[in-house]
C-alpha cells in the first residue's frame, strides 16, 4: 500500500491561530469546525471549488463529498446558476419592493412539490422550520410540538438537545422528541398531552428509511388528534427526487420545508404547504429585510431549471449508487463487515464506525477521514454526490477508501487505532446525534 504523503497546511494553520482569537470557536457553522474533520489532517480553510473539486489555502486539490454541508446538488461554480447570479446581480440583488422573480420560483415550487399551494421564502433551513411551528401554533391554537430529526438552530428544537443553553425552560418543555420509526411512542406522546399538540415536525427520512407505512400512520394519528404534520425536507428537497421526500414515499404533508439544495449553494429556503394554513401569515409575524433577496432566487430557478432539463437526479442516484456498491465491496475485502457500515440513500450516504466502545468507534471513524483526507477525499459523515461527480472522481475515491480500509484494518489487528491518529478525535456537536449540519 503505498505510504499517503502528508499535505502542507501551514496557511490552514496560521488562519486558525489567526480566527480562534476573534472568532468564538473559531467558526460560523459548528460542522465546519476542525473539530468535526481529522483536525490537523484535514484542511481548515479551503480557497475555491469547481464542479465537484475543492481546493484548500495550501493550494491542495480534494474531491469534495461535503458539498457544503449539503446544498450543492449540481456542482460549485456551476456554469448555468453561476450565469443567473450574475444576470440578476446586474438588475439588482434587493430592493425596495418585490420583484416579479419571487413569483416565478413561487409558482415553479407550487408545480412541483405536492404539498406546496403556497410558498414564503426564508434564508436559512431554521427560519423557515421556526416559521412553520410558529403558524402551526397559530392555526391549532395549540402549544406543544412533536419533532424528529434536526431542525436547526432556533430555540424551540434546540432546546430539546444537549446543545440547549440560553433556551428558558418553559421553551423547552413545550418541544418533545420522539424517535424515528417507532409509532408507539409517537402514540403515546399524544396520549400524554391530549389536545395540546400543534404538529409533528419531522425529516421524513434521513439515513434511515420509513418502515413500511410508518409515515401514512405519523399522517394518520397526527390527523385523528388534530395537529399538523410539517415534514423538514430541508435535506430531502431536490435530492432524493424533484417534489421531495413526500413526493418519493407519496405521503403529503401539510406543510413542509426546503432548503439546502433548493438554490444550489445559495443561501435560501422556502415553507410552502396547504393555502387555508398558509392564509395565516397575515397574522403570523414572519417577515425580514432579507426574505426577498434575489440572487438566491435566479439561482433557485436556475439550479431547479437544470435539475429538470438533464434529469440529473437518477444521474447522481447513479453516480452515488456506484460508491455505495463499490464501497460495500471493499468493506467485504477487508473484512470489516463488523466494523464499518455505510448505509442510506444512493444521493447521501452514511458511513459508521463500530468499535469495542463508543471512543473506539469515533477514533476509527477519525482514523478512515484522516486516512482518505491525505489522499485527496474531503468528507464528513454525510457524504453528498452531487451532478459533477464523475465517474472518474467514483474510481478514485473507491482507491482512497481502499487503501484507508486495508490502513484501519492494520491498525485494528494491532490494538493501534489510537496511536495512529494523528490529531484529536472527532467530537459529535449534540451528544447522541452524530449528524448535524447546522
Ligand atoms: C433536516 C434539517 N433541518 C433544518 C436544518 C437547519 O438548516 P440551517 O442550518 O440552514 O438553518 C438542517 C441543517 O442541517 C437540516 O439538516
Redesign the pocket.
Known amino acids: 500500500m503505498p505510504a499517503a504523503k502528508k499535505l502542507a497546511r501551514q496557511h490552514s494553520d496560521e488562519f486558525w491561530e489567526r480566527a480562534i482569537k476573534v472568532i468564538p470557536i473559531g467558526t460560523q457553522?459548528f460542522?465546519k469546525s476542525p473539530k468535526q474533520w481529522a483536525f490537523g489532517t484535514a484542511p481548515n480553510y479551503l480557497q475555491r471549488a469547481k464542479g465537484s473539486h475543492v481546493w484548500d489555502v495550501d493550494g491542495n486539490e480534494y474531491i469534495d463529498y461535503g458539498m457544503a454541508?449539503?446544498p450543492i446538488i449540481l456542482g460549485y461554480n456551476y456554469p448555468r446558476v453561476t450565469e443567473a447570479i450574475k444576470d440578476q446581480l446586474e438588475q439588482a440583488s434587493i430592493l425596495s419592493l418585490n420583484h416579479p422573480i419571487e413569483v416565478e420560483l413561487a409558482e415553479l415550487l407550487v408545480e412541483l412539490i405536492p404539498c406546496a399551494e403556497m410558498v414564503r421564502f426564508g434564508k436559512?433551513?431554521?427560519?423557515a422550520?421556526s416559521a412553520a411551528v410558529r403558524l402551526a401554533r397559530a392555526f391549532t391554537g395549540r402549544e406543544v410540538i412533536l419533532c424528529s430529526?434536526?431542525?436547526?438552530?432556533q430555540d424551540w428544537y434546540i432546546g430539546t438537545t444537549s446543545r440547549s443553553r440560553g433556551v428558558p425552560k418553559a421553551v423547552r418543555d413545550l418541544t418533545l422528541q420522539f424517535p424515528y420509526n417507532d409509532i408507539d411512542y409517537l402514540n403515546a406522546l399524544f396520549e400524554k398531552y391530549p389536545g395540546a399538540v400543534a404538529a409533528v415536525i419531522m425529516?421524513p427520512s434521513?439515513f434511515e428509511a420509513p418502515q413500511p407505512g410508518y409515515l401514512e400512520k405519523v399522517k394518520e394519528l397526527t390527523r385523528r388528534n388534530g395537529a399538523l404534520l410539517i415534514f423538514?425536507?430541508?435535506?430531502t428537497g431536490f435530492r432524493m427526487s424533484m417534489g421531495g421526500a413526500q413526493e418519493y414515499f407519496g405521503v403529503i404533508p401539510d406543510l413542509a420545508?426546503f432548503?439546502?439544495a433548493m438554490a444550489n449553494g445559495m443561501p435560501i429556503?422556502a415553507l410552502v404547504g396547504k393555502a387555508e394554513i398558509m392564509q395565516l401569515f397575515s397574522e403570523v409575524f414572519y417577515s425580514f429585510t432579507f426574505a426577498s433577496e434575489m440572487l438566491s432566487m435566479a439561482a433557485s430557478i436556475a439550479t431547479i431549471q437544470e435539475l429538470q432539463d438533464k434529469n440529473a437526479l437518477p444521474e447522481i442516484w447513479k453516480r452515488g449508487g456506484e460508491l455505495k456498491r463499490g464501497c460495500l465491496e471493499l468493506i467485504a475485502e477487508f473484512g470489516l463487515e463488523g466494523t464499518v457500515s455505510c448505509t442510506g440513500y444512493d444521493v447521501w450516504l452514511r458511513f459508521a464506525f463500530t468499535g469495542k466502545d463508543s471512543r473506539e468507534s469515533q477514533a476509527l471513524e477519525t482514523l478512515f477521514r484522516q486516512e482518505v483526507t491525505k489522499r485527496g477525499i474531503l468528507m464528513r459523515t454525510s457524504t453528498f454526490i452531487c451532478y459533477s461527480h464523475s465517474a472518474e472522481d467514483i474510481q478514485k475515491t473507491l482507491k482512497a477508501y481502499g487503501e484507508a480500509f486495508e490502513y484501519i484494518s492494520q491498525a485494528l489487528k494491532q490494538g493501534a487505532v489510537e496511536q495512529s491518529l494523528e490529531g484529536p478525535i472527532i467530537e459529535p456537536v449534540i451528544r447522541g446525534q452524530l449528524r448535524?449540519?447546522?
Open positions: 457553522t460542522g454541508l449539503g436559512n433551513g431554521s427560519d422550520t430529526g434536526y431542525h436547526g438552530w425529516e434521513n423538514d425536507e430541508v435535506l420545508i432548503a439546502k429556503s448535524v449540519s447546522g
